[in-house]
């Protein structure tokens, strides 16, 4: 009903910038919030930052100060910008939306992107 397609994966050197972007396509009747989560080799998915369809923000306290979350509604898309990236910033970074869909009938989704992968090297 709700796919995700992430971009702005990549490799950047520590230090450096990168910013994310995941839309939101399908039969959308709205979208109640957005997020991004990471998950590095052997861990466990982490949340990295979440924003509200009314734009309250939520982050990991490794991202505060660091990373910025914004949605363009209009367009169903979220954005990470990542700033000061760290070598433990290294991951796969997965967008995820939660909302109500509307074909025909109602109902919630929780869907989750592919994935893209971010490396920082030292």
């Known amino acids: 009903q709700v796919q995700l397609v992430e971009s702005g994966g990549g490799l950047v050197q520590a230090g450096g910038s990168l910013r994310l972007s995941c839309a939101a396509s399908?039969?959308?009747?709205?979208?109640?919030?957005m997020g991004w989560y990471r998950q590095a080799p052997g861990k466990q998915r982490e949340l990295v930052a979440l924003i509200s369809s009314i734009g309250n923000t939520n982050y990991a306290d490794s991202a505060k100060g660091r990373f910025t979350i914004s949605i363009d509604k209009p367009e169903n898309t979220v954005y990470l910008e990542m700033n000061s990236l760290k070598p433990e910033d290294t991951a796969v970074y997965y967008c995820?939306?939660?909302?109500?869909?509307?074909?025909?009938?109602?109902?919630?989704?929780?869907?989750w992107g592919q994935g893209t992968l971010v490396t920082v090297s030292s």
């Open positions: 995820n939306a939660v909302g109500t869909y509307y074909s025909g009938t109602f109902g919630e989704y929780n869907v």
């Open positions: 399908g039969n959308i009747f709205r979208v109640t919030a």
